[in-house]
């Protein structure tokens, strides 16, 4: 596939092998808000996006502006607007790795305390659900993990990398980052990332492990009105 679907990976992922967990109302798609927090929209959307957008999220609830549908009309709240960036897989060297193991949902509260603790991006409670999660643990306990997040056709996003902080410096990040994305490659699929534009040290680890920037993004959060009158109707 080209890379043509990633300018709008959630739409491509949720029109296609995610579609099994897409939520809809007219133009707008989403995952479950317990699986992501991603909604999308066609490259074109009309001027109801909006509309479509508020009724799928309700009153008051904070959501992603996607791209494609342009500034929110007035009486939406933007509540962030940051720099990210998306890198592609150019010349990764995928490997699996003896040491990781595969995580299911009964290493949810693991997983979960582990993001608390580093912050790597958005995770949820079924989160796992969306591919293959990999860990390395230490006495038992989860150290570090790497998993699939969006999938458009012929392309799995790498998300969730993380590193309990008293086991960074180890090489553990980019060890499993090369077992998921080894995972990916097996499926005939290519390995892509986000990272925020701030993010220098994981940008540089990921360049070092072999992805390219392939473009920069903006990663917005905006809040629909509590009042369902105010604006939702206009792009």
Known sequence: MTESVLGNAAWASLTGPHAHFAERKGQVLRYPVDVAPFLAVPDEPDEH???????????????????????????????????GVQLVDDRVAAAPDPEAVRLTAA?????????????????????????????????????????????????????????DPAFRGRGLAARLVHAVAAGIRDRGETPFLHAAATNTNAIRLYETLGFRLRRRTVLGRARVPADDRLGTHAR
Do not use: N
Request: aromatic share 6%; with cysteine; proline share 14%.
């Open 107 to 163: 290493d949810v509260p693991e997983m979960l305390d582990l993001v608390a603790r580093t912050k790597p991006g958005p995770f949820r409670p079924r989160t796992v659900a969306l591919g293959t999660y990999l860990g390395i643990r230490r006495d038992g306990a989860l150290v570090a993990m790497a998993g699939e997040r969006l999938h458009p056709p012929g392309w799995t996003e790498i998300s969730a990398v993380c590193t």
């Open 49 to 83: 996006v909006w509309r479509d957008i508020a009724d799928l999220a309700g009153p008051g609830a904070v959501v992603p502006l996607p791209a494609q549908a342009g500034p929110p009309p007035p009486g939406w709240e933007v509540l962030r607007a940051a720099a």
